[in-house]
């Protein structure tokens, strides 16, 4: 068991965790901006938050590949915050946690700036004055990094969650495939797949369907059991596989394994990219991506499957 006595092992054990990562921001430059702060007189407390703080930036880094922290630009920044309210417990979508973020932000560039060892803030400053300088929370458009920042629509939930999440499932899909391929799944597989299909045992003319095989991977995933311990394949998954993930993918696998079985149905489109639905048993709201199927089919039809809900209100969630 790792013994954490302070920050500054925290901090060691983090980067010596994740060796394989490509880092943007190196562990002794995390380190010395710890103790200039600690020699200034701030609290053990404070210096875990400012860690925290720092863990999440660097996280989203290496997820996104930026590799130097001169070059990003101020729609990367907005991004960032982004993806940690999709995938950041207790980072909550508004202008004071935001605004906290890059203050410890711009506090770090300048102790980097004075190290000579990056050359300028001007984009985190441009990102924060823009997003945490008003009112309210807002985020910024990919586009023109000239002139004005485009704006996005000043909502506490930005429009690319649903983009961010989806391609973290898409990689973790991708992660459920290869596992089950080892030759010691063979068996299971193809009972499940028999299973799956019935007793007529027909295939869909286009073996590529993608209906079909999302609703054979729910079915194998959460209720098929495995002959050789009857434990469902997403738990085996999670106690073989789990600590090889990425951070995003341990998140979205943890909320895998609390999914329940809902029949539902959608109740309205909140945009492009939400549906609002109802569980048909218990009256709870919650959002998935849309469907983009036809709206007036749409809403005469029943829904069933495994859902995952990130609840933000005590009647709705997200998926």
Known sequence: MTNIKNVYDEVRVYFEEKLEWDFAVKREWVDGFLRQKAWQGDSD???????????????YLAYSGENTLDEIMASEYSLAVEWMIVQIDGFKPNIQTVRHLFNILQEFYNYLIAKRIISSAAELEQAAEYMTGGKR?????????????????????PKDIGRIVGEAVERLMLKFSAYFQQESFVEDFDRALMLFLGPLGQMPEDENDDEFWLGFWDYFLFDYHLLSNDRTPLVQFNID????LAGEEQKILR???GAKFTVFYVESVINQDWVECVNLLTEEKF??????FD???????????????????KRTGND
Request: glycine residues 6%; positive net charge; hydrophobic residues 35%.
């Open 295 to 313: 709206y007036k089919l749409v809403k005469r039809l029943l829904f069933y499957g495994h859902v995952f809900l990130r609840r933000r209100r």
């Open 287 to 292: 959002r998935l991506p849309n469907p983009n």
């Open 255 to 257: 909320e895998l394994m």
């Open 137 to 157: 929370l807002r985020f910024i458009e990919e586009g023109d990094e000239q002139g004005e920042l485009p704006v996005k629509s000043p909502l506490t939930v």
């Open 45 to 59: 407390e404070g210096l875990r938050d400012t860690w925290r703080n720092l863990h999440m930036f660097i996280s």
């Open 241 to 244: 596989y789990s600590d090889k």
